[in-house]
């Protein structure tokens, strides 16, 4: 056995630097440009909050580092059941946010603990996986992976934060994939997502995508009953969407999320398309190389509502362009297939899990946020994760790389707890 | 852990795929659009605040500064950024009451809530200070430098200078390309309004840095696009601001108006129509009371009865008639006529004199304004003839000159007298026209104009009211478009007669309008009009041999012209040429202060009383 450092993923925390460093620029560009007196004393604050929330995010990254590999198998469980519990306290006492009743106030900390709950959920789903006889996959397992992912979804949707909520939803596909449901059954779950996706942006192509893929499924299954239900499932969904848009869903339903089409429309564009028309302007508007640290006029304007917290990519974008948006996904890219690679190296199923989850909350985070910036998704607000300010997040997303180091530092150990 | 490794290989392309996805999505917005999207964030954030030129001054004849400009501040919201709540610490700012500015707020939001409308106009410099102390308190409000016309003379020469208002919706229509907005003051009448391209100058912009909320961050690439303003052109006028005043100071309590001339060039020296107004009225917001009574009073104070005012000449006519029938060959200078008190043509009840002159001459006729021979004298001549020979002298017409608001008057010719008289007419009917009375109309600027070419031995000059513009920063001069005098070739031998004649007037019929040490030729004109007494109406140049002014003045309802009208000539004509007036007519003086146009006829009384001197 090797020194634990020399295990240690020093590329995963340096990739893991570097965004929450970006991050910090972009917030300082917020707080402290050139029109900063003219903000609340509250949002000014922002940078230094940050900054003792980095500061907790490296403290709990080291302890993580620290704890042994036991520690995380026998905790996953009762963390998991913990983070249920607290959900539970926050629909009790929470405090309500932005129309989200998502905080728990420790004094003066004020914590988003549907943050939290994503590791436990990660944590739990892991242990579950971990602890399954092998070979025993089947549609009950599945089941109780899903159930698992399901219960601090709806107290999260109870909390009225869908946007967070539907994190859990797509982590559902992942988990399974990872837990070694086949990969048509795997298909057909997600194809609704892809058909309503579709049916919103062009209804003759939610059409065709049905079609081809049932068609698809015939042609890669023989199986009548797989295909059916991919035909049930993609067809259902474009009938059931295009029938939301037209008849079921109200309005200003409606029109929330049919805005991102086309957001600067004359009917939506100082309403349901306001922030997506102001996200892309200020992206739009950076062209190759921005206008430059804190020369953002969008920016430094505040015309993007959320630009320090959802719509923080729009900082990124406008001030220092598409070369500046480029270096954030190499860092993301980099950073997510290390934390793959790692996960594939452990070889148990615990450790498996827990960095294709991580992998998987971060990727999800960063397509619908950054899909929201820049209008190929409905406005969803769920935070840029290391980037964004919020201290809940980065530290829920600081502590899942954490436990993927921490595993993998000491991989050696997992696998006596093995199969 | 074969199966394992094709899983990771998926998710790995699947993570490739999404951050792929995004990485297009950016570069199309970024590089492809990204001209669409910088004019976007360039209108959202980069806003233009305009910088007022200084309009142009005025300067009267002799350099003497009539009207400039004071810095006055308008305090703007746009509805947009501006919290409701904040009315009431605004309006305490701005020391008004609070419905006030809530009022102007609503409509400022009813016009457009995303662009800067006023809510006080004219602040000082201190209550602006106040509020821009409070500026981060306050997002929404903003400022604009503004002008305010200031006037330095006694004399206000209302409806010479005009004045300066906001511009109306329909101006705004069509004067838009010219960079006129909403709440933007314009010339509204006189020279404001005539040399409004001149003297307004060019905008200048600045360009700044707004917040979300409309709040100056910074200027925008340190100024370099900024575009400084332009003055706009000083005006160099012929009005003497001394004598306007005598002539307002003399027209107190009365109705008329003045315009008198320079007879070689035509200069404007005094332009007069009373009763006037305040332009001060006009510098802040008017008062609806204040604008009714300019609107709707019986003596109508805005109407311009200088050049727009068209009455009979009266008497004053007499010297055009004799030119008029000398030049045409029906009379020669010794020619007479006899009045036995009245022309025979119907029955001596229409066509009455005052006196009975017997047998006269034209040079008397002129001097004792002898009717009989003038109704004589059109009863001999074509009426087309009158017309061609009145127009030569720029009756009936309007000049071309900076004075906007003009009346053309009204010159009767057969094809008039045909269409006024369907059931026909005789010879009887133009012989009124002999007297200035009847169908025909001339304003004041029309006889001042008449009684300078006279003055000038026949050549007729063109009134204007402006003798240059020049730019104070640059020095360009700009001269106004003013046509020569024209020559009307009359015979001099009969123009000398003519002004002989009316030398004569002065010196030998009437004390009251002779100049101390001046020698003066005018002629005096008693108007009967349906309003109630007759005007009065004097003409007169002088010095006789080398006139230097000539002037026309027109009293409504004051009876006799040689009571009224003339001193007031003569003290405007006594103050111009010698720069005082003799103590020794300070009783007439007095006597000419001391009089008052006859009430406005309460609606159904008419005057139906004859000519006369």
């Known amino acids: ?419 | 852990m074969e199966e394992n490794r094709t899983r990771t290989r998926i998710f790995v392309i699947l993570i490739c795929a999404v951050l792929g996805i995004l990485t297009l999505r950016l570069g199309k917005i970024q590089i492809l659009d990204t001209s669409t999207y910088t004019g976007e964030s360039r209108n959202n954030a980069i806003r233009e605040r305009r910088i007022l030129p200084a309009r142009g001054a005025f300067y009267d004849r002799n350099g003497v500064l009539m009207v400039d400009n004071e810095l006055a501040y308008t305090v703007l919201v746009t509805p947009r950024y501006f919290d409701e709540a904040n009315i009431s610490f605004l309006a305490t700012l701005l020391n008004l009451p609070d419905s006030l500015v809530a009022n102007r707020y609503q409509e400022a939001r009813n016009w457009n809530s995303f662009r800067p409308s006023w809510i006080e106009r004219g602040v000082s410099f201190d209550v602006l200070s106040r509020v821009m102390e409070n500026h981060h308190l306050l997002p929404g409000v903003s400022y604009e430098v503004d002008q305010k016309r200031l006037y330095m003379t006694s004399a206000r020469a209302a409806h010479a200078l005009g004045f300066i208002r906001q511009i109306s919706r329909s101006d705004l229509k069509t004067r838009r390309a010219e960079g006129y907005r909403p709440g933007d003051l314009i010339g509204q009448t006189g020279l404001e309004r005539n040399y409004e391209r001149r003297i307004r100058g060019s905008l200048g912009s600045e360009f700044n840095l707004v917040n979300s909320r409309g709040q100056v961050i910074e200027s925008y690439l340190n100024e370099a696009e900024d575009i400084a303003p332009i003055s706009g052109f000083n005006l160099e006028l012929t009005l003497d601001s001394e004598v306007q005043a005598l002539a307002e100071s003399l027209f107190v309590n009365k109705r008329g108006a003045v315009v008198a001339l320079e007879p070689s060039t035509g200069e404007i020296i005094t332009f007069l129509s009373a009763p006037d107004y305040d332009l001060e009225t006009f510098t802040r917001a008017v008062s609806p009371e204040a604008w009714r009574f300019l609107r709707e009073s019986e003596e109508k104070p805005l109407f311009n009865r200088a050049s727009m005012s068209m009455l009979p000449p009266g008497s004053t006519f007499k010297p055009f008639i004799a030119l008029l029938a000398l030049e045409s060959g029906v009379i020669t200078p010794s020619s007479t006529v006899t009045c036995p008190g009245y022309h025979p043509i119907g029955q001596g009840r229409i066509f009455k004199c005052m006196h009975v002159h017997g047998t006269i001459a034209v040079q008397q006729a002129i001097r004792e304004s002898c009717n009989t021979f003038f109704f004589e004298m059109m009863r001999r001549i074509d009426v087309n003839t009158f017309s061609r020979f009145a127009n030569r002298f720029g009756f009936g017409e309007r000049s071309e000159v900076d004075i906007g608001e003009q009346d053309a008057g009204l010159i009767p010719d057969s094809a008039y007298f045909n269409r006024v008289n369907p059931g026909g007419w005789t010879v009887g009917t133009p012989m009124n026209l002999g007297i200035g009375q009847g169908d025909m109309g001339v304003t004041p600027l029309q006889l001042a104009r008449y009684i300078a070419a006279l003055g000038n031995g026949g050549v007729l000059p063109t009134p204007h009211l402006l003798r240059r513009a020049y730019h104070p920063d640059t020095g360009e001069i700009v001269y106004p478009d003013i046509p020569e005098p024209v020559n009307l070739d009359l015979n001099p031998r009969f123009m000398e007669i003519v002004r002989n004649a009316l030398r004569e007037v002065v010196e030998e019929t009437s004390p009251w309008l002779q100049i101390p040490n001046v020698s003066s030729a005018g002629k005096t004109g008693t108007v009967q009009n349906s309003r109630g007494d007759d005007d009065a109406v004097y003409v007169l140049f002088a010095p006789f041999d080398n006139p230097r002014i000539a002037i026309a003045v027109m009293v409504e309802n004051a009876g006799f012209g040689s009571m009224s009208a003339g001193p007031i000539a003569s003290f405007l004509a006594e103050k111009y040429l010698t720069g005082t007036i003799s103590p020794t007519r300070n009783w007439l003086f007095q006597q000419v202060l001391d009089t008052a146009s006859g009430p406005l006829p309460s609606g159904d009384e008419t005057s139906t009383r004859d000519a006369s001197p």
Do not use: C
């Open chain 1, 1 to 419: 056995m090797r020194n634990w450092y020399n295990n240690l993923d020093f590329l995963s925390i340096l990739l893991w630097a570097t965004l929450a460093g970006v991050g910090l620029v972009a917030i300082y560009s917020t707080t402290h440009g050139p029109a900063a007196e003219l903000l609340l004393s509250g949002v000014r604050r922002n940078f230094d909050r940050q900054l003792v929330w980095l500061a907790v995010s490296g403290a709990v990254l080291i302890v993580a580092l620290l704890l042994p590999v036991r520690f995380y198998q026998v905790s996953a469980f009762p963390i998991y059941i913990g983070t249920i519990l607290l959900l539970i306290a926050v629909l009790l006492f929470g405090r309500e946010i932005n129309g989200a009743k998502s905080w728990l106030m420790f004094g003066p900390i004020q914590l988003q603990v549907s943050e939290m709950a994503k590791v436990g959920t990660v944590l739990g789903v892991a242990q579950l996986v971990g602890i399954r006889r092998p070979k025993s996959m089947g549609i009950q397992f599945a089941l109780l992976v899903v159930a698992m992912i399901l219960l601090p979804a709806l107290l999260i949707l109870l909390q009225n934060d869908a946007g967070t909520a539907l994190v859990f939803f797509a982590l559902i596909p992942i988990a399974l994939f990872w837990s070694g449901l086949e990969l048509d059954l795997l298909m057909i779950m997600i194809a609704p997502a892809l058909a309503a996706y579709l049916a919103i942006v062009y209804r003759p192509g939610a059409i065709a995508f049905a079609v081809l893929f049932t068609a698809f499924m015939y042609l890669r299954t023989r199986d009548r009953k797989l295909t059916s239900l991919a035909g049930l499932f993609s067809g259902g969904t474009v009938l059931v969407a295009s029938l939301a848009l037209t008849r079921i869903l109200q309005p200003y339903q409606i029109a929330r999320i049919l805005s991102f089409t086309d957001p600067g429309a004359l009917q939506y564009r100082d309403n349901a398309g306001f922030h997506q028309v102001q996200s892309m302007a200020a992206i739009g508007s950076g062209s190759w190389f921005g206008k430059g640290f804190m020369q953002g006029t969008q920016t430094q304007g505040n015309y993007v509502p959320e630009q320090s917290t959802d719509f923080v990519f729009s900082v990124i974008g406008e001030e220092f362009g598409f070369f500046g948006s480029l270096f954030v996904m190499l860092l993301f890219l980099g950073l997510l297939v290390r934390l793959t690679v790692l996960g594939s190296r452990m070889k148990h199923p615990f450790g498996v899990m827990i960095a294709s989850g991580a992998v998987g909350v971060y990727l999800i985070h960063i397509f619908i946020n950054v899909g929201m910036a820049t209008a190929i998704l409905p406005v969803i607000g769920i935070p840029l994760p290391l980037l964004s300010y919020g201290g809940s997040a980065l530290l829920a997303n600081t502590a899942l790389m954490a436990i993927v180091l921490s595993l993998y530092m000491r991989r050696d150990e997992l696998s006596i707890y093995g199969y």
